[in-house]
């Protein structure tokens, strides 16, 4: 019934698009497209086969058709006509580029064609005895559709002199271009199993399929719903879909036609399959993949779905202000707004939490800038990778070592332009407000805490401008509650009166600063060795040599300083660049974990009847730590897992792991922590959120 009455609306469709706009092609300036018969030679030799091509240019906003059109629709043909001189047979079959979906009715009726441009190449056989030139006179015959559909034909006209074969660079290069899109022979196994509804699709590829890649099938005939979804399957050897069939019955001995393949940073290919009938090839189909918006198109999210997202940013960062990685830095960001209240200038107080609020902002924007220079050529980028380069751990650490030592009164920031005079104070306060708002930034942007993983999730492979601005959401929500501070009138007086309480708080808030440059370098140590902490020890004290140095004054001193900093920084970094081999980022033995993660240990567990807990996690993870803590690594959950047969796994992402950032955007999510439970004999997963309690992961055992 479904299917008749889907039938009935592509029928009724087409005859709506087309009754008012019947006679429409007898008028050529009211043509929605232009035709034209192009060579890769600009002569011929008798003989020879050469390609000609119809090209096509449409009218922005309009299509044309594959050869099999879908559910409404007509493909494009080349009817040759009396005065050329090509026998009939000298002109092959259409050769038809990869084509793309045309939603035409969500979700009720799907067409597949083309738009802005199709190339159509056809091979020409020049006769034996030809001579003079060679004289091609035809139709183009096409139906050209946007919210109606006018059908349209087109003289269309080709002459080619016969003599010394000569190139035509311009429209061979055309030619050549759009042949390469035409899909070629499939190197692998297609198996199409129609046991049970829906039927299973299933493709085994030499060289397996790229990483992330998004597959779509497209039927010569019209034995499948074009407009149902194609749920994807992956596994070890290849890839399966799910097709539903149009009407009852079996396919016969084969399905034909061709699969297009959308793998991150390529273009899309084309492969032409002749899928035998038969059981689902084995290791195609262990997981599933994340639904696609659609083939070969990086969806956008519309005005709408941006503002939620952006909406969603910014709740997260003003949740990042109470995450375990950003507590430390707020603590400089305190001590700076009771200077500046002590003022009693509000400009001064303003001024401070607008520099603050800019330091975040530039840091979120290039953060997000960098992300979408390096995702097209891995696209599985995942928020948190500077904390997978162990030079930048090892340079973090030693500027939370700094500002400890500045906390402690070492050293004064800002001291060296306050000679310069008139007003300096205040820059002074603008710089350090500025520098402690990209540190908190910078440390605490890895720290993916509830709503961010969702909404950062969602919007890593979307368009540049809406990465940007769901970037400035987060970072902007992460400055609100100072920024508030700075400009809602009456709220300063809420801060302490200053006095010399301030300096030792100031004192007492260098130990969270040097703790926190302790966990750096245990993330280092996992990065890059232990070597890789002793360099950075070093450097750090440089940095208190430099410091002490620099006490005396003089030229001697200040250069011996400048040289003891550059040394403190510069070489530990280059150092921490030469991996030393892995320490064991995380246990994976009984003390953590049963065993590390990995899709095909996941499906022998469900296999098993186990339920699986796995915990995608990584030792810079400020928040994966503390669930461990508080949660994970307990006597209770411990003891839950035990007797309900868990099967505990750890998905280690403190170095980089391909298959690791696969599934994290698999499962639209930007970085760890991520948790996922699969009750026993299920395939699919829950999402935990991204803090845990006990009470919440024994329930789940439990079945409460």
């Known amino acids: 019934m479904i299917h008749a009455y889907r039938a009935l609306m592509a029928a009724l469709a087409g005859l709506l698009m087309l009754a008012p706009l019947a006679g429409a092609q007898a008028d050529p300036s009211a043509r929605r497209a232009e035709a034209e018969l192009i060579s890769e030679r600009a002569s011929v030799m008798p003989g020879e086969t050469v390609f000609i091509a119809l090209k096509m240019t449409m009218d922005p906003g309009w299509h044309i058709y594959w050869r099999n059109a879908g559910d409404a629709g007509l493909p494009p043909h080349l009817v040759l006509k009396e005065g050329g001189n090509i026998p009939a047979g000298a002109i092959g079959e259409m050769l038809w580029p990869l084509p793309k979906l045309l939603p035409v009715v969500e979700g009720e009726i799907m067409d597949y064609g083309y738009d802005d441009e199709a190339v159509f190449a056809l091979p020409l056989t020049v006769p034996a005895d030809a001579s003079g030139e060679v004289s091609i006179v035809a139709e183009a015959d096409y139906l050209i559709c946007e919210a109606i559909c006018i059908p349209e034909r087109q003289d269309v006209s080709l002459v080619l002199p016969v003599g010394a074969p000569v190139e035509n660079t311009k429209s061979g ?153 950003v507590l430390p830095v707020l603590s400089m960001k305190a001590v700076g707004m009771v200077s500046a209240a002590a003022s009693g200038h509000a400009g001064e107080l303003r001024s401070h939490g607008l520099w603050y609020t800019t330091g975040v902002l530039v840091s979120f924007l290039a953060l997000a800038l960098v992300i979408l220079a390096l995702r097209t050529p891995t696209e599985t980028l995942t928020l948190g990778f500077q904390m997978q380069h162990a030079p930048t751990v090892a340079i973090l650490a030693l500027i939370m070592f700094a500002v ?69 959401a987060m970072g902007f929500g992460m400055a609100l509650p100072f920024l508030v501070l700075s400009f809602v009138p009456g709220l300063e007086r809420l801060l302490p009166k200053p006095g010399k309480w301030m300096d030792t708080l100031k004192q007492a808030f260098a130990f969270p600063m040097f703790l926190t440059a302790a966990w750096l370098l245990a993330v280092l140590a996992d990065l890059a060795g232990a070597g890789a902490v002793g360099w950075t020890l070093a450097g750090a004290t440089a940095l208190g040599f430099a410091v002490w140095v620099s006490r005396g004054g003089g030229q001697v001193r200040r250069a011996l300083a400048i040289v003891a900093l550059a040394v403190g920084i510069g070489l530990p970094a280059v150092q921490a660049n030469v991996p030393a081999g892995r320490a064991g980022a995380e246990p994976s033995g009984p003390a953590y974990g049963e065993a590390a993660w990995s899709a095909e240990t996941v499906s022998a567990r469900i296999a098993e009847g186990r339920p699986v ?28 897992f035990a007797a309900a047969d868990v099967a505990f796994l750890v998905a280690d992402f403190t170095q980089k792991d391909p298959a690791i950032a696969q599934e994290l955007q698999r499962r639209g999510r930007a970085g760890v922590p991520m948790y996922l439970w699969y009750p026993a004999g299920s395939s699919e997963p829950e999402i935990l959120p991204e803090l845990l309690t006990q009470e919440l992961v024994i329930g789940l055992v439990e079945g409460r």
């Open 404 to 472: 400890g030592l500045w906390l402690m009164g070492f050293f004064e920031l800002g001291a060296s332009v306050q000679n310069i005079g008139g007003g300096l104070v205040s820059r002074g306060g603008a710089l350090g407000a500025f520098f402690t708002g990209v540190l908190a930034a910078v440390v605490g942007a890895p720290c993916v805490g509830p709503f961010l993983a969702a909404a950062l999730g969602a919007v890593m492979t979307q368009p540049a401008p809406a990465v940007i601005a769901v970037f400035l």
């Open 173 to 325: 290069q055309l030619i050549g271009e759009w042949i390469a899109k035409v899909p070629g022979p499939f190197e692998g196994e297609a198996r199409i199993t129609d046991a049970s509804d829906p039927w299973t699709l299933s493709l085994v590829q030499a060289g397996g399929f790229a990483e992330g890649a998004r597959i779509r099938f497209f039927p010569f005939e019209h034995e499948i719903s074009h407009p149902a979804d194609q749920p994807q399957r992956a596994g070890p050897s290849g890839a399966s879909l799910s097709l539903t069939p149009d009407r009852a019955g079996a396919v016969g001995e084969a399905l034909e036609g061709i699969i297009r393949v959308d793998a991150p940073g390529s273009e899309p290919v084309g492969y032409e399959i002749t899928a035998t009938r038969g059981d689902v090839l084995a290791g195609t189909a262990e997981f599933a993949v994340a639904a696609a918006a659609g083939a070969g198109d990086r969806s956008s999210l519309g005005w709408q779905g941006l503002l939620g997202l952006a909406g969603m940013a910014l709740v997260g960062g003003l949740i990042l202000n109470l995450m375990p990685c």
């Open 613 to 640: 807990f796995v915990d995608f996690t990584a030792s810079w993870c400020a928040s994966c730590q503390v669930n461990k803590l508080t949660t994970l690594n307990t006597k209770r959950v411990k003891e839950a």
